[in-house]
Nanobody, 122 residues
């Protein structure tokens, strides 16, 4: 499985962005997919995750109510809609796929994309 994250950019506080995570090599329609982020000098942290069916989602408290994770299994793509962005959301955002589990622990994810940079100016 290869994952390609895209959609990052430079925005102002309060703006919105939508990140995409496209899979190739194998379908991810039966994988849990998560988004993580890593700010400069900090550890990679969990942002959101979605079950293969899309029926269950879970968010970090820091993004709850502002970010929405969704998926289109027909396109093998998972999205992260980010609204009301804050400067503290600045980070490289990574998507990852987990074949067997349902976790916020990055160690449980089997495949990772290369990351896309989101910069939010104040």
């Amino acid at each position: 499985v290869q994952l390609q994250a895209s959609g990052g950019g430079l925005v102002q506080a309060g703006d919105s962005l939508r990140l995409s995570c496209a899979a190739s090599g194998r379908t991810i329609s039966d994988y849990t997919v998560g988004w993580f982020r890593q700010a400069p000098g900090k550890e990679r942290e969990f942002v959101a995750t979605i079950r293969w069916s899309g029926s269950n989602t879970y968010y970090a408290d820091s993004v709850k109510g502002r970010f929405t994770i969704s998926r289109d299994n027909a396109k093998d793509t998972v999205y992260l809609q980010m609204n009301s962005l804050k400067p503290e959301d600045t980070a490289v955002y990574y998507c990852a796929a987990d074949r067997l589990g349902w976790s916020i622990n990055r160690g449980e994810y089997d495949y990772w994309g290369q990351g896309t940079l989101v910069t939010v100016s104040s």
